[in-house]
């Protein structure tokens, strides 16, 4: 069964340190999403990306945070200088369409500022 | 008002009963409604999707929908200690062809044997 793939599944990081967190979406989708969880909290929206371009993204993504579709089949997430409120579960989905559409997850990059 | 609202929980049942969780959305434009269960540590994982009110079955789970009331519930039949769970709702908000899948904040579900 086709599925969302992410690598790194953990990743420690020096605070100011440059991070990519690399997500491998499911072959005929066409959205792609980044999302993170903070330990205890809900599921919150970061990006949203289409036709190789931002779509959407939330207050949360600032300039520190980048997305590139770099070939065919990955989707990465850039967090260029990272602080120790970055902690948390990077979660990449992707989903066929857009409206009326399942997003599927992957299994998360755990991202651990220190 | 939020988007998505749920009942945090915990939500305790012990094993074969019905669990009941229940999810109210903000937008009455939606048109898509997605439970996802989530294990501690782990991802999402998509459980059901309705479109339609009423009610959708899919084995132990049941989905119900009423759009004129903005609610969306989710029951699982026979619970079982595995189901023990996070559940999240999940509705798509948007317009113009970009829908984000917006989430709510989970409900906690205990299964006790």
């Known amino acids: 069964e086709p599925e969302v793939t992410q690598t790194p599944s953990h990743q420690v990081t020096q605070m100011g340190q440059e991070v990519i967190l690399r997500c491998v979406p499911i072959s005929n989708h066409l959205y792609f999403y980044w999302y993170r969880q903070i330990l205890g909290q809900k599921v919150e929206f970061l990006v949203s990306f289409y036709n190789n371009e931002i779509s959407e993204k939330s207050e949360i993504f600032d300039d520190q945070f980048s997305v590139e579709r770099p070939d065919g089949s990955n989707f990465t997430l850039k967090i260029r200088s990272t602080k120790l409120e970055d902690s948390a579960m990077y979660f990449c989905a992707s989903s066929e369409l857009s409206m009326n559409t399942e997003a599927f997850f992957g299994q998360g990059t755990r991202l651990t500022v220190v | 008002q939020k988007e998505v609202e749920q009942n945090s929980g915990p939500l305790s049942v012990p094993e074969g009963a019905i669990a009941s969780l229940n999810c109210t959305y903000s937008?009455?434009?939606?048109?898509?409604f997605f439970w996802y269960r989530q294990y501690s540590g782990k991802s999402p994982e998509l459980i059901m999707s309705?479109?339609?009110?009423g009610d959708k079955e899919d084995g132990r789970f049941t989905a119900q929908l009423n759009k004129a009331s903005q609610y969306v519930s989710l029951l699982i039949r026979d619970s079982q200690p595995s189901d023990s769970a996070t559940y999240l709702c999940a509705v798509p908000r948007g317009s113009g062809g970009s829908y984000i899948p917006t989430f709510g904040r989970g409900t906690s579900l205990i299964v006790h044997p």
């Open positions: 309705i479109y339609s009110n």
């Open positions: 937008d009455r434009g939606s048109q898509s």
